[in-house]
C-alpha cells in the first residue's frame, strides 16, 4: 500500500491516523503542494482531481478523497474500529466528520485561500478573517456535540477524532485562539499525547518543510 | 420519520431523491434559508450547525450532515442498494461523493457565497466566477470518472448519482456551459426522467418559490 501524501495537507493527515490506528504498514510518495506538484500532468494522470492524498492499494486501484479512503479503510480492516456498532452512534461520528470534512476543511484549504488573494484580490486580512470565520462557526457547533471526554465520541477514538486534529492543528497554525472550545482543545491534548496521532502529524512526515 | 428541508438546498435535495429511491415514507418542515431561518434560537436548538437537511428519526434521535445521513439510510434500509459490494468500488462511489460534497459545494452554498458578498466585500461578478471556478474544476475532474453510462457507476443508482444531480441543478440555475461535461449532462438528462429524481427537485417541494 502505498500513500500519496503531503505533509501539511489535512486530509492526507487524516488518512496517517487511521492507518496508524489499524497498524497498516504502507509506503509514501510526497506531492508539494506548495510547489504546485499536484497540477503537473503526471500527477494529474494519477489523479484528475489534483489532489492529495491517494491511497494505492493495489497497482491499478487508487483510492482518492480523504473520506471515501477512511470508509474503506475501516471496511477492509474492521479492527480496531473507527465507528461505532448502533447505527444512530455511527451517524453521529459521520456527522462529525461532515462537519470537519464538509463545512469547514474545503473553506480553509491551500487552493480556496490562493483564489482568494489570487483572482479575487481579498487582502491578506480578509484572508485570515475568512478562515477564522469558517473555523468558529464550525468549532462552535462542533464544540456543543462533545460532552467534555477524551475523545470526541465515547472512550475510543472514531473518525471524528480522525478528522478533528487535522483540523485543530491546522487552526493553531492560523493562530486561531481555541479558549472558546475546551473541549475540542482537551480531546485535542489527548489525541497528540498518543503514538497513532503523534506519528501521522506533520512535522513527523519526512517530506516536512517548517 | 421527518426532514427538515429547503427546496433549493442541495443536500436536502440529496436526502429526499435517497428516501425516494428507498421508498420510506416522511414528513416534512421547511427551513427558510433565504429569509434566516436556520439562525433563529428556535432552529440552532434543534441544530447548533444552523444547516439543513435534518432527519428527524425518533422524539430523540435527530440526525445531521447530509452524508451522514445517506450513509444512516443506507444502513437501515439496505434495499434497493446505493453502494455496489465490492469494498473497491464502495471507495469510488464515496469518492465521487467526497469530490461533491467536500470539493464543489461548500465552496458554493449560499452561506459561503453570502459571505463572500458581505464581509469579503467581492463584487457579483466575482462572486460568480468563484462560483463557476469551483463548478468547473470539479466537474472536469468527475467527468474523468464517467464511462457514458446512464448513471455515475454501472447501471443502478448509487450515492453518487443522489448528490450529483442536486450540484447540477444548482449549476443549471448559475447559467453553467455543461457542454464541456456530457456525461454529466448524460447522466442528469437520464436522472431526471425517473420518478425519484423529479418527486425530489426542488420545483416539486411545498416551500418552492421559483
Known amino acids: 500500500m502505498k500513500l500519496y501524501s503531503y505533509f501539511r495537507s489535512s486530509a492526507a493527515y487524516r488518512v496517517r491516523i487511521a ?41 491499478t486501484e487508487k483510492l482518492t478523497q ?5 470508509e474503506w479503510i475501516e471496511e477492509t480492516y474492521p479492527q480496531p474500529a473507527l465507528l461505532p456498532d448502533s447505527g444512530h452512534e455511527r451517524a453521529q461520528v459521520r456527522s462529525m466528520v461532515g462537519q470537519i470534512a464538509c463545512d469547514i476543511h474545503p473553506l480553509n484549504n491551500l487552493r480556496t485561500l490562493k483564489y482568494l488573494t489570487g483572482d479575487l484580490h481579498v487582502t491578506e ?8 470565520h469558517w473555523i468558529n462557526t464550525g468549532f462552535t457547533a462542533f464544540e456543543k456535540k462533545l460532552v467534555g471526554g477524551l475523545f470526541c465520541f465515547g472512550e475510543q477514538i472514531t473518525l471524528a477524532d480522525v478528522c478533528l486534529i487535522p483540523q485543530v492543528y491546522n487552526a493553531i497554525r492560523f493562530n486561531v485562539d481555541l479558549t472558546p472550545y475546551p473541549f475540542i482543545e482537551k480531546v485535542y491534548q489527548h489525541c497528540m499525547s498518543l503514538a497513532v496521532f503523534i506519528d501521522a502529524s506533520p512535522e513527523q512526515q519526512p517530506d516536512a518543510i517548517l
Chains 1, 2 share one sequence.
Open 19 to 59: 492507518l496508524n490506528v489499524k497498524a497498516i504498514d504502507y509506503d509514501t510518495a510526497f506531492i508539494n503542494l506548495k510547489q504546485g506538484e499536484q497540477s503537473t500532468p503526471e500527477w494529474l494522470a494519477v489523479n484528475p482531481e489534483g489532489l492529495v492524498p491517494v491511497l494505492e492499494v493495489s497497482t
Open 125 to 132: 486580512e480578509n484572508k485570515l478573517n475568512w478562515y477564522r
Open 66 to 70: 480523504s473520506v471515501a479512503i477512511l
